[in-house]
């Protein structure tokens, strides 16, 4: 997969950093020494970390150059780091490892979770937030187009190019045995988009990119295209012109004992 876009993936910013502020609200800490923010992309949800812990050292962690780059530029004082979260291992245990729409790109959860929570400090806390949306319209258009001869070979498996969520009681479990204070959530967001363009737009930043990086130019065109027209029959124009994007993600937050 070519690396990511920000600027693409920032076009939405407000919208794509306010589970990120809603997730950290529900964060119980109040000054913690060490803090992560896994898959930081573009910095935005960094941003928010440095603010609400300023005596904090932040670290953020990528494995997209372009991410990393766009994120130190924005944050010049804070720490960036280049690494894959599956391999991620902390130099000392963080108070605080944050993954704000990161986790979702990474597979085996039943190890991932667990792991990341006993990478914890004593009373430290594992924050996650996940879209939750591939039986949605724009997800599932996604699989259903890549299916289709046209597009089968150069895409490939589909069902790998993104992990396949646990049911939210399954996070529940994994982290409640192992002693947290587990507090886990649904919430569907309706976001408001001026046309079947611009879902498309939201999407090509993230979840479409594996399913248009492979494709070829005139490929590629020919998928959009099909693709905008699946996303204009399925999201109706509401009564102010725009249509309303469904948009639904898991939270989970864990501490562990003190």
């Not at 289709?148 to 490939?156: D, H």
């Not at 947290?180 to 498309?200: F, G, K, L, R, S």
Request: one cysteine or more; proline letters at 8%.
């Amino acid at each position: 997969m070519q690396d990511w876009n920000p600027q693409l993936y920032s076009r939405y910013e407000d919208e794509r950093t306010r589970p990120a502020r809603e997730l950290l609200a529900r964060v119980p800490l109040t000054h913690p020494s060490r803090v992560v923010d896994l898959g930081c992309g573009p910095g935005n949800s960094t941003e928010l970390l440095v603010a609400r812990f300023p005596g904090a050292r932040v670290t953020g962690v990528d494995n997209s150059r372009a991410m990393l780059e766009s994120a130190a530029r924005r944050l010049p004082g804070v720490d960036f780091v280049a690494a894959d979260i599956k391999d991620w291992v902390p130099d000392s245990a963080p108070d605080l490892v944050y993954a704000n729409a990161a986790l979702q790109w990474v597979g085996d959860h039943e190890t991932l979770i667990p792991r990341l929570f006993k990478a914890l400090a004593p009373g430290g806390v594992l924050a996650v937030q996940m879209p939750d949306n591939r039986a949605e319209p724009t997800h599932r258009h996604m699989r259903e187009l890549a299916a289709e001869s046209l597009y089968r070979e150069p895409i490939g498996d589909v069902s790998k190019l993104r992990t396949e969520l646990l049911r939210i009681e399954e996070y529940y479990d994994l982290l409640a045995g192992q002693g947290a204070q587990v507090d886990v959530w649904h919430t569907v967001y309706q976001h408001p988009m001026e046309c079947a363009a611009a879902i498309v737009e939201w999407v090509r930043g993230t979840g479409l990119k594996p399913f248009v990086d492979p494709l070829s130019e005139d490929l590629r065109q020919k998928f959009l295209a099909s693709y905008q027209q699946r996303i204009d029959s399925e999201y109706p124009v509401r009564s102010d012109g725009r249509r309303l994007l469904a948009f639904p993600r898991m939270f989970i937050v864990a501490q562990r004992p003190a």
